[in-house]
């Protein structure tokens, strides 16, 4: 007898024919620690991490961008729409069930009707009643529908670490936006008192001007640097202002209702972070977690789009009832069950595509989650940097700012005394200036690089899988 090959052995040679798996290890070699001067502790870092800040502001702050933010409530959304995917991806693992009934009636308008009607001359209306309760069911010989909820459920997670990692950028650019505006306040306040300073100077310059023991070169001196802290204050105030702008879109409120509190910049005061081991790092943050889980999705949508290369084999059953009259619709029960089996013939290659697509698909997010992972380990790296280096330079700036002062009252009062020219008088202004400004910038800086490794090491995140 000549072989034959069936439909169903073609569409399993075709199927056998599709390309393995591609080789989906994704280790990225992590160093055993941190290359930047760093704090080893293992204590798990709190969640609600700003409150190390010391400023109870802050804190409201925090819980105000929490309840209030819309780019948070929009990824709160895309989570729902997720779950609801989800629970459509996992609907065909189970049989659908359905109930109908149907009433109708044909008239014959005018002739003798035909043998699908079956009018007489005595009555030219025919009618039919019937119920029905009917299940159909796709048999998953190949894995695709549960590969489908799989890829639906780790799409949902990273849905869901998604919106974690929202909410950790939110909650960390809400904490630089305060720091940064009560850093402006501070320079605003700093450069008011240099003003103050600077007039105070004028006045005794003028003094010896009238008195004919100052020059008028030096009177113009002072006075262009008292205009110069006056112009210098108006672009402060600008500033501190657009930074409540910016502090008040993140909280989802009109700047008019933003309430700042009365907590100083002094008061700030930035942790001791423990950076804990590098390998750590994998488990610490939400967008590692998100990027793992979208390949493990990919990794499943590569499953459906081979078994959709294969044949599928249809279940249906129904039961119901029919008759001319109503009440005789449940007199002439019926059933009736159905098997059909489809393969795929010629497609003109689209099949192929799309198992292509999914695979090219998994190795992109492949190297996304390398990526992120290095991403990751650099955020870390640059964070601690910044924060050894700013630590350094604060060593030897708060003794500059601490010469800086004494240099200039020493020169002002010997200016006064008329033992000392005006010229070093405001050379030592403007260091004074330059060196108070700069204390404000290093501390800010030293703030939000606390900020930075708070938020690259996750921010005390951890895997919940719960709903918001």
Avoid at 26 to 34: E, G, R
Avoid at 82 to 104: M, Q
Avoid at 353 to 361: L, Q, S
Avoid at 418 to 442: D, F, P
Wanted: charged letters at 20%; glycine letters at 6%; hydrophobic letters at 40%.
């Amino acid at each position: 007898m000549k072989p034959s090959l069936s439909l169903l052995s073609v569409c399993l040679l075709l199927g056998a024919c599709s390309h393995s798996t591609p080789d989906d290890t994704h280790d990225v070699v992590v160093p055993a620690t941190w290359q930047a001067p760093h704090v080893l502790a293992r204590q798990q870092i709190s969640r609600q991490w700003w409150q190390q800040f010391g400023s109870p502001d802050l804190d409201h702050l925090i819980n105000q961008a929490q309840v209030d933010s819309y780019d948070l409530a929009g990824a709160m959304a895309r989570v729902r729409q997720a779950r609801a995917t989800a629970v459509i991806a996992g609907a065909p693992l189970l049989p659908e069930v359905k109930f109908g009934t149907n009433a109708s009636r044909e008239k014959l308008l005018r002739g003798k009707g035909y043998s699908q009607l079956d009018a007489r001359d005595d009555n030219k209306a025919v009618d039919s009643f019937d119920t029905r309760l009917s299940a159909s069911y796709e048999v998953d010989f190949w894995g695709g529908k549960a590969a489908a909820h799989d890829s639906a459920l780790q799409t949902l997670k990273a849905s869901e670490f998604d919106r974690d990692t929202v909410e950790l950028t939110l909650l960390s650019s809400v904490a630089n936006s305060y720091v940064q505006t009560l850093a402006l306040d501070e320079q605003v306040r700093i450069a008011r008192l240099n003003l103050a300073n600077a007039q105070s100077v004028l006045h005794v310059v003028q003094t010896r001007h009238d008195a004919g023991s100052a020059t008028a070169l030096e009177l113009a001196q002072q006075k262009s640097l008292v205009a110069s802290q006056q112009r210098f204050i108006p672009l402060l105030v600008q500033q501190a202002r657009e930074a409540r702008i910016s502090l008040a879109v993140l909280l989802g409120q009109p700047v008019q209702n933003l309430t700042m509190g009365d907590t100083s910049f002094a008061r700030l005061q930035w942790p001791t972070i423990g950076s804990g081991l590098p390998g750590e790092l994998l488990s610490r943050r939400p967008d590692i977690a998100s990027a793992e889980a979208r390949l493990v999705a990919a990794s499943a949508d590569i499953t459906v789009a081979r078994a959709a290369m294969l044949p599928n084999l249809t279940l249906s059953a129904s039961i119901g009832s029919g008759a001319d009259h109503f009440s005789d619709i449940l007199h002439s029960p019926f059933y009736n069950l159905t098997a059909g089996l489809a393969a795929p013939i010629f497609n003109n290659g689209r099949l192929g595509a799309e198992r292509d697509k999914a695979t090219a698909r998994q190795q992109e997010l492949l190297q996304t989650y390398r990526g992120s992972i290095i991403n990751a380990l650099a955020d870390v790296e640059k964070a601690l940097n910044s924060a050894d280096g700013l630590d350094r330079q604060r060593q030897w700036q708060d003794e500059e700012l601490k010469q800086a002062q004494r240099a200039f009252d020493i020169a002002q009062n010997r200016y006064t005394a008329g033992a000392e020219l005006l010229l070093t008088v405001l050379q030592t202004q403007r260091t004074l200036y330059q060196a108070q400004e700069q204390h404000v910038q290093l501390r800010m800086a030293r703030l939000q690089a606390s900020i930075a490794l708070y938020k690259a090491l996750g921010g005390g995140w951890a895997v919940s899988g719960g709903d918001s």
